[in-house]
């Protein structure tokens, strides 16, 4: 897939670039004339994956950040915006966690922490971006939602729920934000083969390979398309669940059988 050619120095925010998707995004956008700032838990790996940007000719900056701390990511997004305004802010970090076995659903703890991470603070970051890219009549935001988000998961109701919130979030910034230039695209994929991914014990259906959901999310971005659901079958998932009766569909959902290790063993974004 060819890449549009830049004319100007482009700034490129990406959140969850420690690994996973951001960092492959990283890697992807990464070419003379363009400047990263990406952010991450892990500081050793996000110099990992800037190290792999800078050897393609981009310029980075990196950012160790808790996105627990919806206050700290704001100020440190308003900074980085006024050193240099950025053009693409790809909201990609997330957390993934599921029911403990034998437990009846996730804990508070996890849920206040998911939701942070997974909506609050994604949610209060675009909304601030979408305000100053529509001030200079351009820009594009990419939120990383899930297809969790189209089914009632009672194993993963955290999860599942924070991306659904994420995704109408998306597409009505998405309505309100058109008339400025300002494109948002919502990033709904199935099973990607990352960390995260590699913590689950079952069945991962039609799973790819990092770096093609990176070219593929990248598309839809730089195209400024509204959605972006992959792979294709996730489409005929989501019609079959909304087309039965909700306590089939939800007995049939209870029948899921998954297992997680625990984030240490595995790492994380």
């Known amino acids: 897939m060819s890449r549009p050619e830049m004319t100007h120095r ?39 994956t800037a190290s792999t940007a ?39 970090a997330g957390m993934a966690d599921i029911r403990p076995h034998k437990a009846l659903a996730e804990s508070a703890e996890v849920a206040l922490k998911m939701s942070m991470v997974n909506f609050a603070t994604p949610v209060a970051m675009a909304t601030e971006m979408a305000n100053r890219m529509a001030a200079r009549r351009h820009g594009r935001i990419a939120l ?8 009632d998961l009672p194993l993963a109701t955290v999860y599942s729920g924070s991306k659904a919130g994420l995704g109408r979030f998306s597409t009505a910034l998405q309505a309100a934000m058109t008339p400025y230039n300002v494109r948002v695209c919502l990033i709904a994929p199935g ?7 590699q913590r689950l014990d079952g069945e991962q259906a039609f799973l790819v390979p990092v770096d093609k959901a990176a070219r593929k999310i990248a598309r839809s971005i730089n195209q400024g398309r509204g959605v972006l659901v992959f792979p294709w079958v996730f489409q005929l998932t989501r019609l079959l669940e909304m087309a039965l009766p909700r306590p089939i569909a939800h007995r049939i959902l209870r029948k899921l059988d998954v297992m997680q290790h625990p984030e240490s063993e595995m790492g994380g974004n």
């Open 10 to 48: 482009h700034h490129i925010l990406i959140t969850g670039a420690s690994s996973g998707i951001g960092a492959a995004l990283a890697e992807y956008y990464a070419r003379p004339g363009v400047h990263l700032t990406l952010w991450g838990r892990s500081e050793e790996r996000l110099e990992k």
């Open 54 to 92: 800078r050897t393609k000719g981009a310029s980075v900056d990196v950012l160790s950040i808790d996105l627990t701390k919806a206050d700290n990511a704001l100020k440190a997004l308003t900074r980085t915006d006024e050193s240099l305004p950025v053009d693409i802010l790809i909201l990609s």
């Open 144 to 151: 990383m939602g899930s297809v969790a988000s189209f089914h």
């Open 191 to 197: 099973f990607i083969d990352t960390p995260m991914s």
